[in-house]
């Protein structure tokens, strides 16, 4: 029987794949840092409860650390299993601090390779990447590509490229599938998330200006957004895992008809307030003012945020599409759920647990 074993546990999306996962009834292994064990376990218990599973292996390690910091008997009990490794642990805080993020995304992913190397019986390696690895550079971006860019907008974007060098090269001896998602949001019929960040630092900034007496763009923006539910994400990868003919291959989870930013951003305001943006600020004058710590706290917005308004680039989704042709599973329409995502946010706005805190 298989395995799972997977890293990045509580997280959102690694609990959302545990759930799916936890269906088909095999055993899961989650690698688990120590200090978050009592949030793990609550989030283990929680997952049996609601899906009759069985119970979850926590396993304490460190993907920052050789061999991941994993006892003897863990890795043993590892060792004996066919395993499916899931690898989604990572820093996704666009304003991380290099050494922060390079010590996580990369060297980390470095320890999560080589222990997954060193195993026997490696059913498919699958690593959580980001279609982000594509940097400053615009235009299509294909999923077969792997270039640097001149230049990343973020460190979030440079060490997961950097990561992603290193499981590219894993994929001659190890089963391997590479996701590339766009800007991930809570689901799509229901609106769960666990954290506001990415498109929800537009309704952190819409909600706390809803009082002035017209809302406005920011700057004028031609580019588009790709915003994709974790849903779709879920649903997607793990039919991915299961399919021989995605071995070897690098996947987009993007949106594979996104909208415009502006057209989003109009959307969310309507939604949020029943207005319709007029006017706008210019995006020189909202750069400046978001440089500024008291602004951004008070927005509740990431200044890296303006660099995603005006980047001009679209993700091809040939290999998504081809892989996922037989399965059912599509991406729902963004503008379609912003209802859902606007109401679960309404619901829980004041809940400061689900705030990022803004530097």
């Known amino acids: 029987m298989i395995e799972i074993v ?44 609601e899906t009759g599973c069985r ?90 590509e792997l270039i640097r860019p001149e230049r990343f907008k973020n460190f979030y974007e440079e060490t997961k490229f950097e990561a992603e060098v290193l499981v590219e090269a894993l994929k001659k001896t190890v089963p391997t599938t590479i996701i590339r998602p766009g800007i991930v949001r809570g689901h799509s019929t229901t609106g769960q998330t666990v954290k506001f960040d990415g498109p929800y630092f537009f309704l952190n900034m819409i909600d706390r200006v809803r009082k002035l007496p017209f809302i406005p763009y920011i700057g004028h923006s031609t580019a588009y957004i790709n915003v994709v539910p974790v849903d779709y994400i879920i649903e997607a990868a793990t039919y991915l895992s299961g399919l021989t003919e995605a071995a070897g291959e690098t996947v987009h989870l993007t949106d594979p008809n996104p ?37 951004r706290k008070s927005l509740g917005v990431e200044a890296e945020t303006l660099d995603y308004l005006t980047w001009h680039a679209s993700f091809d989704t040939h290999n998504a599409k081809r892989l996922l042709e037989k399965s059912g599973i599509e991406c729902a329409d963004f503008l379609e759920t912003i209802p859902a995502m606007v ?12 705030h990022v805190a803004i530097q």
């Not at 993907?63 to 060792?79: H, M, P, R």
């Not at 222990?115 to 959580?128: N, S």
């Open 6 to 49: 997977i890293t990045g546990f509580p997280g959102f999306i690694a609990s959302q794949l545990i759930r799916k996962i936890a269906l088909e009834n095999m055993g899961i292994s989650a690698i688990i840092l120590p200090a978050e064990r009592q949030k793990a376990e609550q989030q283990a218990t929680l997952i049996q409860k």
């Open 259 to 295: 909208h415009p930013v502006e057209e989003v951003y109009r959307a969310m305001v309507f939604q949020m307030t029943g207005k319709t943006p007029r006017k706008r600020i210019p995006h020189k004058l909202a750069a400046w003012s978001l440089s500024l710590a008291m602004v």
């Open 55 to 144: 119970p979850l292996k926590l396993i304490e390690g460190d993907i920052t650390k050789a061999g991941l910091a994993i006892s003897s008997e863990d890795i043993q009990y590892i060792k004996e299993r066919t395993i499916v490794f899931w690898h989604l642990a990572a820093i996704y805080d666009l304003a991380v601090p290099r050494e922060a993020a390079w010590l996580v995304n990369v060297e980390g992913t470095k320890n999560v390779n080589a222990f997954v190397a060193a195993l026997p019986k490696v059913e498919r390696y699958m690593y959580f990447s980001t279609a982000y690895v594509a940097g400053a550079r615009e235009g299509q971006l294909l999923e077969k």
């Open 343 to 354: 109401s679960f946010y309404q619901l829980h706005k004041k809940d400061g647990k689900f």
